[in-house]
């Protein structure tokens, strides 16, 4: 039947999400989710938003999602015109792509990042160029100072987790006037500096971020880019010319609430951040070699053990993690950040595993 696909359709290479096991109770640490649940006012705004008819359902969402962009801009002190909601930060990103970065020259990201970039250059035809991380996995920035249509990268990367400082942020921002510069924040609220400080400042900045991670809501879909007036219009005139109501009412309410429960917030923030430096320093007692993470995840290598070995045993006991066979990385776990309970499963199959191998 692929006699009728589109031309382009035969060129792509779709993204791979992460195994969601159809199982009673796997440990899964494959797909960067909270282990914790949203704020207890989520439920309430979204039953608040049914009422007792569920009429509500019946009519259109706020198509500009208002509410939602208002609170949003109030925490982090900006305005709301300096602020796009979609649905999911990889619709946000898609929508970056088409709206931002199709220029003559190539778009420049890094060759070890988030592999739904390359999968939308090729999808929207945008012509790119990967920009290798040093021996460390870490972004070097003058790297870029090269020809471009535009700059994307991750802060912290992934799948490393590594940040890059503000102030290497501000340097190539300010370096590349003619471009626009994407800082994909996703898992920002983990430990490293936000860019939204620097928009008023650069118009050429675009920052995009996530409720998926820190807020625990990625099954209600929930994106946002930042940035100057200008870019945001760009945004909305294609997010307008393919879907106008890209967040359901009960998504806006969702994460709208979500933002008002900073406490809540805060609180399952740093119970993420010590158990990530908990399983750090437990996975290095086992001879692992991990990257300096400052994501809800760890990356992390064995020099004695293949990683697709240790991916395979591990899905028996019915604990997930991500294995990318990619150039570089092909011995790299890529390991969310569970409950303490959770992450002492995996040690605990991880010494079982290394006890009885011999091959």
Not at 204 to 221: E, F, I, P, Y
């Amino acid at each position: 039947m692929s006699r009728y696909w589109s031309d382009i359709v035969h060129r792509l290479t779709p993204y791979v999400p992460g195994e969601q096991p159809a199982l009673a109770h796997p440990v899964k640490l494959n797909t960067n989710e909270n282990p914790y649940p949203p704020s207890p006012r989520v439920l309430d705004a979204i039953r608040g938003e049914l009422g007792d008819t569920a009429d509500a359902l019946r009519r259109y969402p706020d198509p500009t999602a208002r509410k939602l962009r208002e609170t949003v801009a109030a925490y982090h002190g900006i305005r709301a015109d300096q602020v796009f909601a979609g649905n999911g930060s990889d619709e946000v990103l898609a929508l970056t792509f088409q709206a931002l970065l199709k220029h003559d020259k190539p778009l420049l990201f890094p060759d070890i990042t988030y592999s739904f970039y390359p999968t939308y250059a090729k999808l929207f035809e945008v012509d790119y160029r990967t920009i290798p991380l040093d021996e460390n996995f870490a972004i070097r920035i003058d790297d870029y100072a090269a020809p471009n249509g535009g700059i994307l990268f991750p802060n912290p990367n992934a799948p490393t987790g590594r940040p890059l400082p503000l102030a290497d942020i501000e340097r190539l921002v300010a370096s590349q006037p003619e471009s626009v510069v994407v800082v994909d924040e996703a898992y920002v609220d983990f430990g490293a500096q936000s860019a939204i400080a620097l928009i008023d400042r650069y118009p050429n900045l675009l920052v995009v971020q996530t409720v998926s991670k820190s807020r625990s809501l990625a099954g209600m879909r929930v994106g946002f880019a930042f940035g100057d007036p200008a870019l945001i219009d760009a945004l909305n005139r294609v997010k307008d010319s393919f879907n106008s109501y890209p967040l359901d009412r009960l998504a806006q309410v969702a994460a709208t609430a979500a933002y008002e429960d900073d406490a809540w917030f805060r609180d399952c923030r740093a119970k993420v951040i010590a158990s990530r430096e908990r399983l750090a320093a437990q996975l290095t007692s086992l001879g692992f070699e991990v990257v300096p993470s400052a994501a809800n995840l760890l990356f992390a290598r064995h020099p004695g053990y293949d990683a697709a070995m240790l991916v395979a045993r591990l899905r028996e006991k019915e604990i997930f993690v991500r294995h990318f066979n990619a150039p570089r990385i092909d011995q790299h776990l890529r390991i969310s950040v569970g409950t303490d309970a959770e992450c002492d499963i995996l040690l605990d199959a991880l010494r079982g595993i290394f006890s009885a191998y011999v091959g």
